[in-house]
Nanobody
């Protein structure tokens, strides 16, 4: 069993930066593919960024060039660095983990077994 706990959300101004963290329990972290997702009110949950166990990454079109996903296997933690934030980035951000093999495969949310509780990110204009 893997437990995920997100932190780092908050209220910022447009153009600001935030770094989200996802701390995982369990010794299998290095083998897991990690993903960051977001869900805005009235919208479907979407993949923001993912990183495979091997370190390859995948980004949603709306965040390319602004967000960076990374992982520190020694700390059992995944990070999402968010720069140049926009009001449309406002959402609850969720961390998730699965054994998928590739970062892009994290785009299929069906069957992802491990989810965090979410952290709110609000970007004011």
């Amino acid at each position: 069993q893997v437990q995920l706990v997100e932190s780092g959300g908050g209220l910022v101004q447009a153009g600001d930066s935030l770094r989200l963290s996802c701390a995982a329990s369990g010794r299998t972290f290095s083998s897991l593919d990690m993903g960051w997702y977001r869900q805005a009110p009235g919208k479907e949950r979407e993949l923001v960024a993912a990183i495979s166990s091997g370190g390859s990454t995948y980004y949603g079109d709306s965040v390319k060039g602004r967000f960076t996903i990374s992982r520190d296997n020694a700390k059992f933690t995944s990070y999402l660095q968010m720069n140049s934030l926009k009001p449309e980035d406002t959402a609850i951000y969720y961390c998730a983990a699965a054994f998928r093999g590739t970062a892009q495969a994290m785009g299929d949310m069906i069957g992802i077994p491990y989810w965090g509780q979410g952290t709110q990110v609000t970007v004011a204009s």
